[in-house]
């Protein structure tokens, strides 16, 4: 069940380049069935249901600025009202034949983003995707059968880094975690000097220490900066992370990186290396019990290294967060 404090956020639903111009698409935000299409410059999001006959409008197409039934063509405008009853060509169309829902919606970091509240959160931004020493390279999405809370708290777990990416992200010849501290902000929290070994964390072939800062955007949207070289190096990996919920078991996320370097790198080669440590932490996540995200700490053995992943569950507690948790 969607409450105040999961559905006024705002959830990545597609990449801006899955959307096209003349096929509405289908996706599902807290148990809500949403259908999202391309008017012109402009992107809707409405509750995937044709007044007539409660007919899904994702099955159906667009055309002339407009999104037509699959059923009947009804046809409705951007801003929800039938405009055509092909059945009825001179009827003078009732107001009631309109999309039952609208609901707001945002391009953002290569994604478009949906808010099903009338009173949004602010949406969650961050300064390096405006900043043109970046190169942003959006990723996605990856599907996950688990909570939402599951799935990010994987991402803000820093202790398995070594362990579960060895080779990659991580070396567990280096597993043992130095302390690193958080610090509240008005979004959330934010997390400082967490330092890897990893073994190439560039892409140069080089070994090295590397510092993460990790920070929250809002419930289900996360980032780290990534230092490399220095605990202010000039090199500069960003990554967001946002999840959105298509109910309390299941989950699709979308990885949105930012590079001030290896200019080389294909986007193709990005999105692979994503992929790959993504399917890493899949069947991980996908295997944890209880499937819902404990609240009551005493249920789980928490360490000292754990520190952020309490953060995490204490926030959400006290946003009285209640879709996906337990």
């Known amino acids: 069940m969607a409450t105040q404090s999961s559905h006024n956020q705002w959830y990545p639903v ?23 299409w391309r008017s012109g410059h402009k992107i809707c999001a409405w509750k995937d249901l044709c ?39 001179n009827l003078k169309i009732p107001t009631k034949a309109r999309a039952s829902a609208i609901y707001r919606t945002h391009e ?23 900043d043109n020493n970046y190169r942003v390279v959006p990723g996605g999405p990856y599907e996950i059968d688990a909570a939402a809370p599951r799935v990010v708290e994987n991402f803000l777990d820093l202790s398995h880094v070594p362990i579960l990416h060895d080779g990659s992200i991580g070396d567990s010849n280096f ?54 070289g220095s605990r202010q190096g000039a090199e500069k990996f960003v990554l967001m992370f946002a999840v959105r919920p298509e109910s309390a078991d299941k989950s699709w996320a979308y990885m949105v990186p930012a590079y001030n370097y290896a200019a080389d790198l294909t986007e193709q080669q990005i999105n692979e290396f994503h992929s790959y440590i993504f399917g890493q932490d899949r069947p991980v996540v996908e295997s944890q019990r209880p499937e819902l995200l404990p609240m009551d700490l005493s249920k789980e053995l928490h360490l000292r290294s754990d520190q952020m992943t309490l953060r995490y569950r204490r926030y959400l507690k006290a946003i009285d967060m209640d879709f996906g948790v337990s």
């Open 175 to 228: 597993a043992e975690m130095s302390d690193y501290t958080i610090e509240d902000r008005p979004e959330g929290f934010f997390a400082t000097d967490i330092r890897y070994y990893q073994p190439d964390p560039d892409g140069s072939g080089s070994s090295g220490d590397v510092w993460y800062d990790f920070g929250i955007l809002a419930p289900f949207t996360v980032y780290f900066v990534k230092h490399i």
């Open 14 to 36: 597609a990449l801006i380049s899955e959307l096209k111009s003349d096929k509405p698409l289908a996706r599902t935000i807290l148990g809500e069935d949403i259908v999202v």
């Open 51 to 89: 007044i007539h006959r409660g007919v899904r409008l994702s099955l159906g197409t667009v055309c002339n600025n407009r999104i037509r039934c699959a059923y009947h063509g009804w046809e409705y405008n951007s801003k929800g009202q039938c405009e055509l009853i092909p059945a009825h060509p």
């Open 108 to 130: 953002y970091a290569g994604l478009i983003w949906v808010n099903l509240s009338e009173e949004p959160k602010t949406f969650p931004k961050l300064d390096q995707f405006s």
